[in-house]
């Protein structure tokens, strides 16, 4: 089952997600990218039904960017949350839905960080933490007893601590499907940041693929 | 009423629509474009605007994509409707190819669209000339030319509009190895071409520069960052 994670920092944004392309009972891929980059400071997180995940987030990927052609300036992480909101309650009403859940993790140069949760229902929420999958019923609880109001401070060795560090192994303890690792970015005012993958002791990961 | 073609041949074999269309963007202010070694230059003659108008940069150069330019002569309004499609083109290429268009292939679908305004109903010619620039993915510098009948060329150095014959002759003169050696010596060539213009009107420059290696290796740069 597929996990995304976010949370806002005061400066920054945080977020995760798992790196399994599975079909059935089969792990097809342990590299699988899940994050979409919709703009400089703008991240779409998306998982759900295979196909619709990524044809959804490039068809948003490429109307943002069209925007930035048209506009010469780009959308705001708030517009852009909007704008996929409402592209995916449109289809949700049609004879093809997309079945995809998401976040949104964007760096606005005068709101600052925001984190935007979306179903497949086209829910649109701003929180400042969010999860989605089995393993959110583990994280989001973790989340709610430690996160404080005003986002977490950022410090490197701290970053790895309460709550990321908490929340993969817990899925990855207790939970019976083993996700052995996830890539982490942040996002803040300099743009996009890719961090170590993060892979949690014990993980059981095959050989990896030839580098594309 | 949309069941007649406006443009339709004369007995003597021209199509009048298109020709006048050509005279439309005689009537436009000159833009002309060099391509250099590492270096494509459009540069556009600025028209004084009135007294009360806002002096926002009336912008005849647009980008229609990351590594692509386009400036015009001609009607602007005809320019904005070509120029949205080209853009949004460019991102329907990404989606479907996952590559971003050649400067070839763009061009010719600008081509194609014009050429298809002259064989529909009811419908007349876009009234503008595009020159279109940028890079292909292999780094080399690209010029074209697209007129209202739907025709294209590459170039080494073109210009369209008001002055385009001088302004063309002038380049005819001048465009030399040594002339685009430099990125520089390239820019400055465009400016003394339009230089070339100086009337009694005072005429500002536009000059736009597409440096795509350094363009390109940062945006791989950022690509490899976050992806």
Known sequence: MEYLIGIQGQDFVLVAADNIAANSIIQMKQ??????????????LCVGEAGDTVQFAEYIQ??????????GYELSPKAA??????????????????????????????????????????????????????????????????????????????????????????????FILNLPSFTVRLIDTEGIHDLEKLMPVGAKLLAPAPSS | IYDRAITVFSPDGHLFQVEYAQEAVKKGSTAVGIRGKDIVVLGVEKKSVAKLQEERTVRKICALDDHVCMAFAGLTADARIVINRARVECQSHRLTVEDPVTVEYITRHIATLKQRYTQSNGRRPFGISALIVGFDCDGTPRLYQTDPSGTYHAWKANAIGRSAKTVREFLEKNYTEESIATDNEAIKLAIKALLELLESKEIETLVTEIEKEKEEEAEKKKQKKST
């Open chain 1, 31 to 44: 590299d699988q990218d899940k994050m979409f980059k919709l703009s400089d400071k703008i991240l779409l």
């Open chain 1, 81 to 174: 949350a909007n704008f996929t909101r409402k592209n995916l309650a449109d289809y949700l009403r049609s004879r093809t839905p997309y079945h995809v859940n998401l976040l949104l993790a964007g760096f606005d140069e005068t709101d600052g960080p925001g984190l935007y949760y979306m179903d497949h229902l086209s829910a649109l929420a701003k929180a400042p933490f969010a999860a989605h999958g089995y393993g959110a019923y583990l994280t989001l609880s973790i989340l709610d007893r430690y996160y404080r109001p005003g986002g977490i401070p950022r410090s490197p060795s701290r970053l790895f601590t309460i709550p990321l560090f908490y929340c993969p192994p817990s899925p990855l303890s207790r």
């Open chain 1, 62 to 71: 490429k109307n943002i960017q069209l925007y930035k052609m048209r506009n």
